[in-house]
């Protein structure tokens, strides 16, 4: 596996943690951490027991020491049985999520508590149980992953859109009590990006890439480089943000939506 060293060639070791690895963006996020120099142990935890086992084995296989973990973010016990085994850790990725969708109108209770238990409290809870430890020792990155669904109204939404504009406030504040102690807390906010989120949302379209052309009736705008992701191009930021490179940069939210936003 390609490594890739930091500017001055050094490698800056230690663990690196990823939750809601087992597929989609989080796998990649963990296959692009996996070639960093400054991994040196790899975690990778996801609710999915079979898949997250298995990227564990291929990591192993390939040169980076990686263990699997089962955890449920929305059970306290299981995040802490998480961080037990990995406290040692230096830079995290929060990736964990689910997507519902349906008519503002029609979004039931138990909808709306199930998108929040996971994207918002499960994730803002394992950050903090990670940030403890960071500030204990003075020293730690982590990175969230948001989506712009947190600044742009989608429709069918109204759940998904909330828990990821909470998480992004809620970390965000959390960066702001803990950057005085050496952490650094950021948000990467994809646009469409292929996955199998995605295509459950794209049902309604040909393809996932025609989501690039917008939408009148959706109130989805084009995406003016006219494309969209694919989740390689976030897991490079996650890994930038987490990397040496970014030391200086805390409670940033990094838009990975190929100007979809207009930069607002």
């Known amino acids: 596996m390609q490594r890739h060293p930091g500017e001055d060639g050094t490698t800056m070791g230690g663990t690196t943690v990823v939750v809601g690895a087992a597929q989609g963006i989080g796998e990649q996020i963990a296959r692009r951490l996996a070639a960093e120099a400054w991994t040196e142990r790899l975690v ?28 449920d973010v929305t059970d306290h016990g299981s995040i802490t049985a998480l961080v037990a085994m990995s406290a040692e850790a230096e830079r995290v990725a ?18 709306f508590q199930q998108v929040l238990a996971v994207n918002l409290l499960g994730n803002f809870f394992v950050a903090q149980a990670y940030a403890r430890h960071m500030v204990g020792r003075g020293s730690g990155a982590i990175v969230g992953v948001a989506s712009i669904a947190s600044r742009m109204p989608r429709m069918r939404q109204a759940a998904y859109s909330a828990s990821k504009a909470g998480m992004r406030q809620a970390l965000r504040v959390l960066a702001m009590e803990t950057v005085p102690f050496g952490v650094r807390i950021n948000t990467v906010s994809p646009g469409p990006t292929e996955s199998a989120m995605m295509r459950e949302l794209a049902a309604d379209h040909d393809s996932i890439d025609d989501l690039a052309a917008g939408s009148p009736d959706a109130f989805r705008p084009r995406v ?41």
């Open 224 to 264: 003016p480089d006219g494309r969209v992701a694919r989740p390689q191009q976030v897991a490079a930021a996650v890994a930038w943000l987490l990397s040496p490179d970014s030391e200086h940069v805390a409670f940033h939210d990094l838009q990975v939506d190929g100007g979809e936003t207009l930069g607002i």
């Open 94 to 111: 929060v990736v964990a999520g689910i997507f519902r969708a349906s008519p503002a109108l029609d979004t039931s209770w138990d909808e």
């Open 44 to 71: 990778v935890a996801d609710i999915h027991e079979g898949l997250v086992t298995a990227l564990a084995r291929e990591l192993t296989a390939v040169g980076v020491p990686t263990d699997a973990q089962v955890v």
